[in-house]
T-cell receptor, first 112, second 114 residues
């Protein structure tokens, strides 16, 4: 069953912050985050493994709450280049080849 | 370029045609995937190959036929498709068993079935 992302879309002004959530009805082992710009390939941002860790990538960070079966992506001081669709992908340890199930995506638009 | 190359980038085919999509990676990855991306729908996993062996077929209709001759190449053979098969088909690769390793996606093939 696919994870649920919220919100579905968000519009920001440059410099504003945003949070994107990814919730699963199943126990999570790993959560991947990707960003896809229009007409381009999804690009890997970061991965979190169970343990509730937080990771950072420039001004983009993420957390993983194992008990809530949820991951959140934090975008701080947003830049125009952050615009795109963000996807979370969830994985279970026994899946062959680290198979991921993706959420429906969150469309982010950053305006000047 | 992401390191995963998909050809063609665009394809228009009739419902009676036979065509193939190609995916190639030289990243040293040993797992390859086909995903379907339709408008307003999540990425749908179609097939998984690990070390050239198909390990997952996510209830995909038989009009889609994958082929993985080696760890670097992946094909998706198409025949007698339906208009609802029109979508962006994405190939991805990764390292099997490396749970802290992300996918590298290709730019996709935009397929239109007429």
């Amino acid at each position: 069953q696919q994870p649920v992302q919220s919100p579905q879309a968000v519009i920001l002004r440059e410099g504003e912050d945003a949070v994107i959530n990814c919730s699963s009805s199943k126990a999570l082992y790993s959560v991947h985050w990707y960003r896809q710009k229009h007409g381009e390939a999804p690009v890997f941002l970061m991965i979190l493994l169970k343990g509730g860790e937080q990771k950072g990538h420039e001004k983009i960070s993420a957390s993983f709450n194992e008990k809530k079966q949820q991951s959140s992506l934090y975008l701080t001081a947003s830049q125009l280049s952050y615009s795109g669709t963000y996807f979370c992908g969830t994985g279970a340890p026994m899946n062959a080849g680290n198979m991921l199930t993706f959420g429906g995506g969150t469309r982010l638009m950053v305006k000047p | 370029e992401t390191g995963v190359t998909q050809t063609p980038r665009h394809l228009v085919m009739g419902m009676t045609n036979k065509k193939s999509l190609k995916c190639e990676q030289h990243l040293g990855h040993n797992a390859m995937y086909w995903y379907k991306q339709s408008a307003k729908k999540p990425l749908e996993l179609m097939f998984v190959y690990n070390f050239k062996e198909q390990t997952e077929n996510n209830s995909v209709p038989s009009r889609f036929s994958p082929e993985c001759p080696n760890s670097s190449h992946l094909f998706l053979h198409l025949h007698t498709l339906q208009p609802e098969d029109s979508a962006l088909y994405l190939c991805a690769s990764s390292l099997k068993g490396q749970f802290n390793y992300g996918y590298t996606f290709g730019s996709g093939t935009r397929l239109t079935v007429v």
